[in-house]
């Protein structure tokens, strides 16, 4: 939505580019806020493997570290999820058109066929 090709080959209108807008400022908090914990979890697993400590505090942090990683992956989705709510059926498409062209240019594989979409 920030990118002027992507608005102008959608067809995105000003209204659903500030909603857009709008639903990334305000979870960007939250997603920061998680990359930052997840950060600060790895540091103390890898800490914890380095210092060869006991199988129940590895696996307790391991349990803190994927905690965090569902939530933020959760957020992620939802971010996504409500992004695509506010786009039509036609500019759902045109979306997955572009996103396709641009991982072939790049040289990466397709996305899943039932994979969701990140706009």
């Given amino acids: 939505w920030r990118d002027d090709r992507y608005q102008q080959h959608m067809g995105l209108t000003s209204d659903q580019v500030s909603r857009l807008e709008a639903i990334w400022q305000a979870a960007l908090p939250e997603l920061r806020k998680g990359r930052d914990d997840l950060d600060r979890q790895e540091a103390e697993l890898s800490r914890l493997i380095e210092a060869n400590a ?62 969701g979409q990140r706009p």
Avoid: F, Y
């Fill in 54 to 115: 006991d199988e129940t505090v590895v696996t307790r942090q391991v349990d803190k570290v994927e905690a965090i990683r569902a939530h933020l992956n959760k957020t992620r989705t939802m971010l996504i999820w409500h992004h695509r709510q506010l786009l039509t059926p036609e500019q759902r498409t045109k979306l997955k058109g572009m996103r396709d062209q641009d991982r072939a240019r790049a040289g990466a594989p397709p996305p899943p066929a039932s994979g």
